[in-house]
């Protein structure tokens, strides 16, 4: 199943509410519910600044 989470397409909804680990470029704000704020936040943070370099 971790296999999943490797791919560069971002996993659905329902596998991330499955998994029990997910990398950080996968997740953003509106999965607050499923990792907690911070991780959220450090997700979105990771997707906003990537492109910029």
């Known amino acids: ?5 490797v791919t560069q397409q971002p996993p ?8 029990l ?3 950080l470029d996968a997740v953003g704000i509106e999965d ?3 990792v907690g704020g911070k991780n959220a936040s450090l997700g979105e943070m990771i997707q906003q600044l990537t492109a910029k370099g």
Do not use: G, R, W
């Open 1 to 5: 199943m971790l296999d999943t989470f």
């Open 12 to 19: 659905s909804q329902n596998l991330k509410q499955q998994a």
């Open 21 to 23: 680990v997910l990398p």
């Open 32 to 34: 607050i519910s499923l």
